[in-house]
């Protein structure tokens, strides 16, 4: 092979490298159980974990419990950090540092249970944010780790995402518009249970205008639930949670929809 044909495959060689760096960075990982973490990568920084705001080269994450309305409180564990229970969510808008790469995420269900109910390694990447929401199917505890898009909205925007974890009523579609008369609007079609998870774009969070909000959740033939008054503030970013409680059969539990709204900032 000549020199020119050589410093071509080299020069292409190169782009593809950094293109293949570009496109993984900051995707939703892979859980796996025999992961293993460097000296380098760990984060022992969670003694306190809501005033190391300065680590930005960590991953971060924080937790939410979507049963029963999210009302079924747990105890999660993340990597050797003391548990702490939570009831919706824990931080309340904030997140905590997780280790580079490889970390342990245990959940205790009743949050006075002693032992786990879910231990799971995930793979979280170096200045990405995850939401990670518990739900149960059946008797199964489960975890669904989401990729959190944390930059501003413009302006004095605010902007949303819906996320159906519908446990029960979940082979029904559902639709969600996000409304203010004469003022913004953002509709969601034929929404699944945890369809985000086939669909990463169902993870993207989308502007609007800040304000006051009706959040609508309805199919075809029905209107099966509508909130009020939502406050969407400027700068802020939510998610919309489709839940339903797990004490009712799936054809109740579809006209027990609750659309819960969670502030990530």
């Not at 808008?93 to 879910?118: E, F, H």
Request: glycine share 4%.
């Amino acid at each position: 092979m000549d020199t020119k044909k050589i410093k071509y495959f080299l020069k292409h060689l190169t782009i593809l490298s950094v293109l293949s760096i570009v496109v993984f960075s900051c995707n939703k990982s892979v859980t796996s159980n025999t992961t293993t973490t460097t000296t380098d990568n760990t984060n022992t920084n969670n003694n306190n974990p809501l005033n190391n705001d300065t680590l930005t080269d960590y991953p971060r994450i924080k937790f939410f419990t979507v049963m029963d309305y999210g009302s079924s409180k747990v105890r999660v564990k993340l990597n050797t950090a003391n548990s702490v229970t939570i009831a919706k969510y824990y931080p309340s808008s904030q997140y905590l540092i997780a280790n580079k790469g490889s970390n342990n995420i245990t959940l205790y269900y009743p949050d006075t249970a002693t032992s786990s109910v879910l231990s799971m390694q995930v793979d979280l990447i170096s200045g990405c944010y995850y939401s990670c929401f518990f739900y149960r199917v059946g008797y199964e505890w489960k975890l669904s780790i989401v990729k959190d898009n944390v930059a501003t909205p413009s302006g004095t925007n605010a902007k949303i995402r819906v996320l159906d974890f519908r446990t029960q009523a979940y082979f029904d579609y559902v639709n969600v518009r996000v409304y203010n008369p004469g003022y913004d609007e953002k509709n969601y079609y034929t929404r699944n249970f945890l369809d985000h998870e086939t669909y990463s774009s169902n993870a993207d969070f989308k502007e609007l205008s800040s304000g006051y909000y009706k959040v609508r959740v309805f199919n075809d033939s029905l209107n099966l639930k509508t909130r009020d008054s939502v406050n969407l503030k400027a700068g802020k970013i939510y998610s919309v949670v489709l839940m339903t409680p797990s004490t009712l059969p799936p054809s109740t539990a579809l006209t027990n929809i609750f659309p819960d709204v969670q502030q990530h900032n």
